[in-house]
């Protein structure tokens, strides 16, 4: 289990947590010692192999009694799913999210607790149907994406959080979080999420980037239903917030620590700009709808026909991201009383 734990600085640990079934492999939550106590980052899935392997870590390096804050940088499954077992064996933990990514989990914990997890997943499947998602493929996208059908299957599943009653510390951005030793600014970074945060200790210059920015895969921007704004320029706008910190060590929660922030900030920035070109080609010469749109981008995970639905579900939501900003930018636009929705270059 030691092999699972990196010491990335003296006093800052990281961990590995498994992701079963899912290509990303692990989650990296790290361990952050100091004089007044341990800030834990992330935890990782509601599932046995996780529980387990996050549970044998944290004894390994700390006390129970010594965790003192559980910062989330935000409400997706590998991040805070296990939020609620920290709390078990630490009742003393201050849990500290954002407020934006708190509202959508307390939504889904009351909707598993009232038995209506039905009610968000005919909100998914709706929404990829209006899309144009093919009927014989939106039920293994449900499947893919852990979305159960009935409330009594909630537990089988990687649920946003192990029922949290209220979190400790509600963010929204610039607080920070401090255990003596080091002291972590909350730095709000939407777009992956709504109330998505990086963490930065500046005295060590480290940056703790949830999935706002890891160092090989792009970090999926969705169009979800309720979503509000636009999520992608929301990315493109936080990647600037945190482009100018001093940092020399990256520290995202997936793949592995990287050292060059500004460098990968630009790469991303570029591949956007390649991304929205792409999206204005596949709309063509005739409307489509998100779906037609989808299958026609050239995607850095393959073909489209070797793509899962779970998969095609998460291009579908980019695209929609994508097409979202181009009719902002009046070069596409949304013929919205078309069922399904289709859209047209202008």
Not at 39 to 50: E, F, N, S
Not at 172 to 192: K, Q, R, V
Not at 314 to 319: I, P, S, V
């Amino acid at each position: 289990m030691m092999d699972s734990i990196t010491e990335i600085v003296s006093g800052i640990y990281q961990l590995q947590v498994p992701i079963p079934n899912n290509p990303l492999g692990f989650t990296l939550p790290y361990l952050i010692k100091g004089s007044e106590g341990t800030i834990l980052i992330d935890t990782g899935v509601p599932a046995p192999p996780a529980r387990e392997a996050l549970d044998e870590q944290l004894k390994a390096l700390v006390e129970p009694g010594d965790l003192l804050i559980l910062a989330i940088t935000h409400a997706h499954p590998d991040h805070s799913g296990l939020a609620g077992m920290v709390k078990e064996l630490a009742p003393q933990v201050k849990v500290a999210i954002h407020k934006d990514d708190w509202s959508d989990m307390k939504e889904f914990q009351d909707r598993v607790r009232g038995g209506n997890v039905t009610g968000w997943r005919d909100q998914m499947i709706k929404h990829a149907l209006d899309n144009g998602f093919p009927e014989e493929e939106v039920e293994e996208a449900a499947q893919r994406m852990m979305i159960p059908r009935r409330a009594e299957d909630s537990d089988q599943v990687h649920r946003p959080v192990s029922f949290i009653e209220e979190p400790d510390i509600l963010m929204e951005g610039g607080e920070n979080l401090s255990n003596g030793s080091f002291a972590l600014e909350a730095i709000h970074t939407p777009g992956h999420s709504p109330g998505h945060l990086c963490f930065y200790e500046k005295e060590k210059k480290i940056m703790f980037t949830g999935d706002h920015v890891l160092p090989v895969i792009t970090s999926n921007v969705s169009i979800r239903p309720g979503s509000l704004d636009s999520p992608l320029e929301s990315y493109v706008a936080s990647l600037d917030k945190i482009a100018n910190k001093k940092v020399d060590i990256v520290c995202p929660a997936h793949e592995e620590v990287f050292y060059d922030l500004k460098g990968r900030i630009t790469a991303l920035h570029q591949h956007h700009d390649k991304r929205l070109d792409a999206v204005a080609d596949a709309v063509g010469d005739t409307s489509k709808n998100g779906y037609e749109i989808a299958e026609s981008v050239p995607w850095d995970v393959g073909a489209w026909a070797e793509m899962d639905a779970g998969l095609r579900r998460a291009a579908l939501g980019e695209t929609l991201a994508h097409l979202e900003v181009l009719v902002r930018q009046g070069r596409v636009q949304e013929l919205g009383d078309m069922n399904p929705i289709r859209f047209a270059l202008i």
